[in-house]
Structures are given as structure tokens and as C-alpha cells.
């Protein structure tokens, strides 16, 4: 019998995550204050985050200690199982070898209570009584639901409108934790009334709930606000999920050419492929990395590299970082974990220097690949995955096609169980291929008057 699941003890949850920092050879540029374009310190960070994830974010070690009681939470899913993809093989008639990291084994089922239960930890060894969030699909918004739940916490969560109504389970399971969540943009907030006052049926995005979310955070001293990708404190946790796949694909007898995970700020991407990228630095390896991004939100493949706003409302640093422009608000497409403006600075600035790739995706294509990844292995994937996966199987064609064996490895970041309704709409048409006209993005990025980057 063919061997298809590849695990680890639980003794074999790493101790340490992987800062990529370190390895850089040209570490990021520094956020800037907005108003002076001066760097930014540590303390101008200390009203939104915890001091121990400001040093996380701000920290060039090479390994970061996991803390004992986050590794035991860890415990309740991981070490997440690896498997080799089989069935997927043999509808593609691919001499590639494929296989997936799964994390939808998560009690959210995402990667997401990866960085959200040491989030919600070192809060909570600072005090905090509160935390404010955004979440695009609601993957993140009930990852850090439950992280708050164990450690006592009150969570509010502003959820992207879109998602809000498209994906009413997920609301149901923050609420399960004890969370409150709210359909962004609302009247809560200044950033909120103003874009509905522009726009009174906004769909929201995850920029419009990332202001609404940092406005409510200020307003209390016991209330922090979390972040469930883009900075480097939340990529560094998810590496965990990396350094978990390097021993399994040993225990496989294999190790990737490719691996491949989707994009929306970085964490996902991060998680997978930064400790694969660390072997290329240290071991002088050339395993491909490719973020894969919808083409209704593609920053990395047709953004700009340019100091830009996290959020549609001007209350974050100004970051360094791929952007389709701070008041880009993306189609409604399905996939609302993907919906976001901008790339995280890590992953952009190991972009520019060529260090990965980045590839777009239709909305038709992703679905195509998740319901064919369904059929053969037997999982749905979250509307997020489907990118990924539709990235496998355009490498995978190309090894049938050059008559090259590869070993392809990609994130299975979660299912999709409490996404079907964006499978109903697949399977009744409603789904059309969108793609971002060249005139759109320009008038986005003209909006733009932040600093400019040299080339």
C-alpha cells in the first residue's frame, strides 16, 4: 500500500519559530511615522500591540523561543498531518509528485490559531482585557475567537460585510467563543461612517475593517488590537507550519522543488515557505516559492512597490510593501481571506529581490482546481486554498508537459465547510471570471500620495 499520510509526535512541535529576517540579504525597509516620514520606533507601536510581539516585530534573531503554554494549546492540532496527493496525481496524468500540508485540522479549521493563540497569550500576560480584530473570510476573526476564549479575554472582531452575510457559520462559531462580531463597515466608528456615507452599500474590505478595528482598540487602555497577517510578528508564528513540513518531507524520503501557498497579506505564504526559503539561503538549495493571488486583488503581480497605508482609513504606519493603493476596495469575490489591498513587507521586499514568485488566478480557474481537488482527495478547500491549488496544477501540467518529475508541496490552509455557499454559486453559474483592467489599477495607485520607493 501506497504510503499517503506522513506525521509527527507531538514531542516534535518545534520550540522555536523562524525569524526570516535574519537571513535577508536585504533586510526590509523601516515603517514610517506617517506625518514626519521618520522611521518608527518601538514605542510608537505600544498603543495597538503588546511589547513582546513589538519585539517580535521588530527583532533580526534568527529563532524566536516558543513559549511552553502556547506549544501545549499547539498540542490540541498539531503537529498537523502531511499527505501525499495520489488522486490528484492521477487526474492530472502528472509525473509530479504532489503533496499538502493540511491545516484545516485546527478547531477553526485554518492556519489561523497559529498566530493567534500566542497573539492572544502575550496579551494576556501584559493585562490586556480586550481585543479588537478584522477578518476577511472569518477564518482569522474565530482563530483569534478561540485563542481569547482559553486565555479570558473579550474579543471584537469587525467582519468584512461580504463575508458577513456569505458566510453566516463563521459568525456563528465566533460566537461560540464568546466574541462579538460586526458587520464592516458600521456606524461604530468614524472610518465606518465616513465609507458608508461614501458608498451605503459597501461590501466592505479588510482595509475598511482594519481602521474600524485600530479606531475601537485606541479608545480603551485595556483594549489592544490584533493583526491576523501582513506583519512580521504573524508571518514568524506561522512558521511553524514550514519547519513541521521540512521533517515530514524527510520522513516522505523527498523534498520539494515548488512550493506553493496562497496569497492575501503573507501569513499563509509565510508560514510554508519561509523555513523551504531558509534551506535556499543556508544550504544553497533552489526550491521555487510562489505566492499564488486572485486576479481581482493581485498586489504582487501588478501592484506597486511604494511606502503604503495597511488600512483604508490612514491610521496605520506607512509600510513598504506591494499595493494595489489603501482605497482599493476588491471585487466580492469568494475568497475574502485574499481580499486585501497590499502584501506584507517581508514577503515584498523578498519579491522585489527576486527570492520568490507570485502568479494570479481567475475566480472560475480556482474553483475548477478546489472541486477537482474535492473529487480526488476528498477534502473541499476553502475558497482561499482553490488558488493554491490551482498554482499545483498549472506546475504539475507543465512537468506532463516538459516530461520532468517535480515534487510540488502546497498549503492546504483550511476546508471550506462553512464556505458552500460559494460552491453553490459555482455550481449555478454565478461564478465569472474578473479580472482588474490596467485603467482600474492606475486609478487606484494614482490616489497614492505616500513616499515613493528608488528602484
Not at 506549544?71 to 509528485?97: C, F, I
Not at 498566530?115 to 492572544?120: G, I, R
Not at 531558509?278 to 499564488?292: G, K, M, T
Request: hydrophobic share 35%; charged share 20%; with cysteine.
Amino acid at each position: 500500500m501506497k504510503q499517503r499520510k506522513f506525521t509527527l509526535e507531538e514531542n516534535e512541535i518545534p520550540e522555536n519559530w523562524y525569524n526570516i529576517v535574519a537571513d535577508m540579504p536585504n533586510k526590509p525597509l523601516p515603517p514610517l511615522h506617517p506625518g514626519t516620514l521618520e522611521p518608527l520606533g518601538p514605542e510608537a507601536l505600544e498603543p495597538l500591540f503588546p511589547k513582546a510581539l513589538i519585539e517580535q516585530e521588530m527583532s533580526a534573531d534568527k529563532w524566536i523561543s516558543i513559549p511552553e503554554e502556547v506549544r501545549d494549546l499547539y498540542s490540541l492540532w498539531r503537529p498537523t498531518p502531511l499527505y501525499r496527493a495520489y488522486g490528484l496525481e492521477k487526474a492530472l496524468d502528472t509525473p509530479a509528485k504532489i503533496y499538502y500540508k493540511y491545516e484545516g485540522v485546527s478547531p477553526s479549521g485554518s492556519h489561523k490559531p497559529n498566530t493567534a493563540v500566542p497573539q492572544a497569550y502575550y496579551n494576556k500576560m501584559e493585562g490586556v482585557k480586550r481585543i479588537t480584530t478584522e477578518t476577511g473570510a472569518g477564518q482569522w476573526g474565530s482563530a483569534l475567537s478561540f485563542a481569547c476564549q482559553h486565555f479570558g479575554l473579550e474579543c471584537d472582531v469587525y467582519m468584512v460585510k461580504l463575508s458577513y452575510h456569505h458566510k453566516p457559520y463563521r459568525k456563528s462559531m465566533m460566537n461560540a467563543w464568546g466574541a462579538n462580531v460586526y458587520a464592516s463597515p458600521t456606524n461604530l466608528t468614524e472610518a465606518g461612517r465616513k465609507i458608508l456615507a461614501q458608498d451605503p452599500d459597501s461590501p466592505g474590505s479588510l482595509g475598511i475593517a482594519i481602521s474600524e478595528a485600530v479606531e475601537m482598540a485606541a479608545q480603551r487602555e485595556d483594549t489592544k488590537y490584533a493583526l491576523g497577517s501582513v506583519l512580521n510578528h504573524v508571518k514568524l508564528h506561522q512558521t511553524i507550519i514550514g519547519q513541521e513540513a521540512i521533517k515530514q518531507m524527510e520522513k516522505a524520503g523527498d523534498m520539494p522543488d515548488i512550493v506553493i501557498a496562497p496569497f492575501g497579506g503573507g501569513s499563509n505564504f509565510a508560514g510554508l515557505a519561509f523555513p523551504f526559503l531558509r534551506l535556499n539561503f543556508e544550504e544553497s538549495r533552489n526550491i521555487r516559492c510562489i505566492a499564488s493571488e486572485p486576479t481581482s486583488c493581485p498586489k504582487l503581480t501588478r501592484g506597486v512597490f511604494r511606502y503604503d497605508f495597511g488600512d483604508t482609513g490612514g491610521m496605520t504606519p506607512l509600510l513598504p510593501m506591494y499595493t494595489l493603493g489603501h482605497d482599493f476596495v476588491p471585487a466580492p469575490i469568494h475568497a475574502g481571506g485574499l481580499r486585501y489591498h497590499g502584501a506584507g513587507v517581508i514577503v515584498s521586499q523578498l519579491l522585489r529581490d527576486n527570492l520568490i514568485e507570485a502568479v494570479a488566478h481567475d475566480n472560475v480557474e480556482v474553483f475548477e482546481a478546489g472541486v477537482l481537488f474535492a473529487k480526488t482527495e476528498g477534502i473541499i478547500p476553502a475558497p482561499e486554498a482553490t488558488h493554491g491549488i490551482a498554482t499545483v496544477i498549472a506546475e504539475a501540467e507543465k512537468c506532463k508537459k516538459e516530461g520532468k518529475s517535480k515534487t510540488i508541496l502546497f498549503n492546504l490552509c483550511g476546508h471550506g465547510n462553512f464556505d458552500m455557499k460559494a460552491y453553490d454559486d459555482y455550481f449555478d453559474g454565478k461564478i465569472v471570471k474578473h479580472e482588474l483592467s490596467q485603467e482600474e489599477i492606475n486609478a487606484s495607485i494614482a490616489k497614492l500620495n505616500t513616499p515613493e520607493i528608488p528602484s
